[in-house]
C-alpha cells in the first residue's frame, strides 16, 4: 500500500503525464480520506480545466479558498477558469488577490490584462501587460495583447513594435505571430494609407522573407503582380485559426457566395435533377454549402476538398458530406484525372479562387474532371483596382476581371452560361463586389 503522500505524489505525477482519467479517479480516493488536502484539490480542478469543465474547476478550486483564501495557486487558477467563463469582473477579483499575495509571477498580471482587454478597458490592459513583459520578456503572446491593446487605443506605433516583438519571440516554426503581424499591416494600410507601413513591411520581408508565408503577405500589401496564388502554408494557418468562428463571423459580415451559387442553382436546375447529382465543393471550408448541395447529390455523391484541417473538421460536423479531403483543390483535381477523371456532374467554389490568381490551369483539371456537359459554378471578387487579369489585393486575396474569366472559360472549353454581379460580402465597412457565374463543360 501507497502512503498517502506517495499517493499524492502519483496522482500529480499522472496528472504531469497527462493521464487525466488515472489522476483523477486518484484524487477523488485521496479525497475521500482527506477532503481538505489542497494540492490534490488544485490538482482536480486543473484536470476539469483542462477539459474545459470550467465550472466543475471552480468548484475545487473554491474548495482550497476556504480553508486558505491566500492560496496562490488558486486564487490564479480561479481567476484563469473565470476568464474563460467570461466572468470578468471575478476574473480580474481573484487576480487581483494573487497580486496582493505574490508581486513576482506574470500570471496574475497577464490575467488582469487579459480580461481588462475583453472589457474593451485597454489602457488598463496595456498597464498590466507591460507589468507581465517587465517579468517576463520571452512570452511572444504577452507583446501581441499589448500589440492588440495599443491598436485599440489609437497608437499604431506601439502597436507595430510590440507586434515586431512577438515576431522576434516567437520560435521560427511558429507562423502565428508573423500572420498577426501581417494583418496589423493590412488593417494600418486600410486606415492609414499603406504607404504609413511600406518602410516597415520592407524591413519585415529583408528580414524574414524566405519564409514563405512572410513573403507571400509583404507581397500583397507591396501590391506584386508576380504571384499568381496564395501560399498554401498561409491559407492553411488562416483558416485552421479562422474555423471556430468562420460562419458566426461571416455572418456578420453579409457573407453571400454560397446563398448566391444556391440561387443560381435553383434557376439552372429544375426540381426533377434532385438526389441525381455528383457534386464536388472545392475548397468547402465549414461546409456553408453542403447544406443545400445536399439536396442535389446523389447517394453518397457529395464530396468536399479544402486545405485547412480545422475548416473541414467543422464541415464533417454538419455531416452533410460523404468524404471530406485534406488536399489543395488543384492536386486533388490532377489525382483525380489520372484516374480516369469524369467524375462529376456539378462543381461549386464559393469564395475560394480568391486564394488563386492564375486559373488557366485549374479550370483545365476542372474540365477533365467533370462529366459531358458537367459544370461549374463559382464566385470571383472583382478588379475594379487596375486592368489587370488578376490582382493581389493587400488583403492577401487575388481580384479578377470579367474579361479575363470570359477568356479563361472560352480557353479551357467552357460556355459561360450566366454570370451577375453581386455583393459578395462587406469589409471595413464596404461591399465586396464580384461575380456568381455558371459555365458548362462544351461537348
Ligand atoms: C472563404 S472560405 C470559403 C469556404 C466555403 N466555400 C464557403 O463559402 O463557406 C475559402 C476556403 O477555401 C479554402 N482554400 C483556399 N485555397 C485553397 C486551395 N488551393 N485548395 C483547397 N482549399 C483552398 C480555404 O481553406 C477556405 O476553407
Known amino acids: 500500500?501507497?502512503?498517502?503522500?506517495?499517493?499524492?505524489?502519483?496522482?500529480?505525477?499522472?496528472?504531469?503525464?497527462?493521464?487525466?482519467?488515472?489522476?483523477?479517479?486518484?484524487?477523488?480516493?485521496?479525497?475521500?480520506?482527506?477532503?481538505?488536502?489542497?494540492?490534490?484539490?488544485i490538482t482536480a480542478g486543473?484536470?476539469?480545466?483542462?477539459?474545459?469543465?470550467y465550472d466543475?474547476?471552480?468548484?475545487?478550486?473554491?474548495?482550497?479558498?476556504?480553508?486558505?483564501?491566500?492560496?496562490?495557486?488558486?486564487?490564479?487558477?480561479?481567476?484563469?477558469?473565470?476568464?474563460?467563463?467570461?466572468?470578468?469582473?471575478?476574473?480580474?477579483?481573484?487576480?487581483?488577490?494573487a497580486l496582493r499575495k505574490d508581486k513576482t509571477g506574470k500570471l496574475p498580471y497577464i490575467i488582469l490584462g487579459n480580461?481588462?482587454?475583453?472589457?474593451?478597458?485597454?489602457?488598463?490592459?496595456?498597464?498590466?501587460?507591460?507589468?507581465?513583459?517587465?517579468?517576463?520578456?520571452s512570452d511572444p503572446w504577452i507583446y501581441n495583447t499589448l500589440s492588440q491593446a495599443y491598436q485599440k487605443s489609437g497608437d499604431y506605433i506601439a502597436s507595430l513594435s510590440n507586434a515586431w516583438k512577438a515576431v522576434e519571440?516567437?520560435?521560427?516554426?511558429?507562423?502565428?505571430?508573423?500572420?498577426?503581424?501581417?494583418?496589423?499591416?493590412?488593417e494600418i494600410a486600410l486606415e492609414k494609407g499603406v504607404e504609413v507601413i511600406t518602410e516597415c513591411v520592407d524591413l519585415w520581408y529583408k528580414k524574414y522573407g524566405r519564409n514563405p508565408l512572410v513573403s507571400y503577405m509583404a507581397n500583397s500589401l507591396f501590391g506584386s503582380l508576380q504571384i499568381k496564388e496564395a501560399d498554401r502554408k498561409y491559407v492553411q494557418n488562416i483558416f485552421d485559426v479562422f474555423?471556430?468562428?468562420?460562419?458566426?463571423?461571416?455572418?456578420?459580415?453579409d457573407y453571400q457566395a454560397p446563398s448566391l451559387i444556391q440561387k443560381m442553382m435553383e434557376e439552372i436546375y429544375p426540381d426533377s435533377s434532385r438526389g441525381k447529382l455528383r457534386i464536388l465543393d472545392l475548397g468547402c471550408g465549414t461546409g456553408l454549402c453542403g447544406g443545400f448541395l445536399r439536396k442535389y447529390a446523389a447517394k453518397k455523391s457529395l464530396d468536399g476538398v479544402d486545405l485547412s484541417a480545422g475548416m473541414l473538421a467543422a464541415a464533417a460536423g454538419k455531416k452533410y458530406y460523404t468524404t471530406l479531403v485534406q488536399n489543395d483543390?488543384?492536386?486533388?483535381?490532377?489525382?483525380?484525372?489520372?484516374?480516369?477523371?469524369?467524375?462529376?456532374?456539378?462543381?461549386?467554389?464559393?469564395?475560394?479562387?480568391?486564394?488563386?490568381?492564375?486559373?488557366?490551369?485549374?479550370?483545365?483539371?476542372?474540365?477533365?474532371?467533370?462529366?459531358?456537359?458537367?459544370?461549374i459554378i463559382f464566385t470571383v471578387s472583382e478588379n475594379t483596382e487596375n486592368k489587370n487579369n488578376y490582382f493581389l489585393h493587400m488583403s492577401g486575396r487575388f481580384l479578377h476581371s470579367l474579361v479575363y474569366i470570359k477568356n479563361i472559360l472560352k480557353n479551357?472549353?467552357?460556355?459561360?452560361?450566366?454570370?451577375?454581379?453581386?455583393?459578395?460580402?462587406?469589409?471595413?465597412?464596404?461591399?465586396?463586389?464580384?461575380?456568381?457565374?455558371?459555365?458548362?463543360?462544351?461537348?
Open 1 to 41: 500500500m501507497f502512503g498517502i503522500n506517495k499517493k499524492i505524489d502519483k496522482a500529480i505525477n499522472l496528472y504531469d503525464k497527462g493521464e487525466f482519467d488515472k489522476s483523477l479517479s486518484l484524487c477523488l480516493r485521496i479525497l475521500n480520506a482527506d477532503s481538505e488536502n489542497s494540492s490534490i484539490l
Open 46 to 53: 486543473n484536470i476539469f480545466y483542462v477539459r474545459n469543465d
Open 56 to 97: 466543475s474547476a471552480i468548484k475545487y478550486y473554491t474548495r482550497v479558498l476556504k480553508k486558505n483564501p491566500a492560496h496562490y495557486s488558486a486564487l490564479v487558477n480561479m481567476s484563469n477558469s473565470c476568464f474563460e467563463l467570461k466572468r470578468y469582473d471575478d476574473a480580474l477579483y481573484y487576480a487581483a488577490r
Open 115 to 137: 480580461s481588462y482587454f475583453a472589457k474593451e478597458d485597454y489602457p488598463r490592459a496595456v498597464f498590466y501587460m507591460e507589468k507581465a513583459a517587465e517579468l517576463d520578456s
Open 169 to 186: 519571440k516567437a520560435p521560427a516554426e511558429d507562423d502565428a505571430q508573423q500572420i498577426n503581424l501581417g494583418y496589423l499591416f493590412y
Open 243 to 253: 474555423a471556430p468562428d468562420f460562419d458566426s463571423v461571416l455572418a456578420a459580415l
Open 329 to 375: 483543390i488543384k492536386s486533388f483535381l490532377e489525382d483525380n484525372n489520372n484516374h480516369d477523371g469524369k467524375t462529376y456532374d456539378l462543381m461549386v467554389a464559393a469564395d475560394v479562387f480568391t486564394y488563386i490568381g492564375e486559373l488557366q490551369e485549374l479550370f483545365e483539371n476542372i474540365n477533365k474532371s467533370l462529366r459531358p456537359a458537367g459544370r
Open 412 to 443: 479551357t472549353c467552357f460556355e459561360l452560361e450566366f454570370y451577375e454581379r453581386r455583393k459578395l460580402r462587406n469589409e471595413g465597412g464596404k461591399a465586396v463586389m464580384g461575380y456568381v457565374i455558371s459555365a458548362r463543360k462544351k461537348d
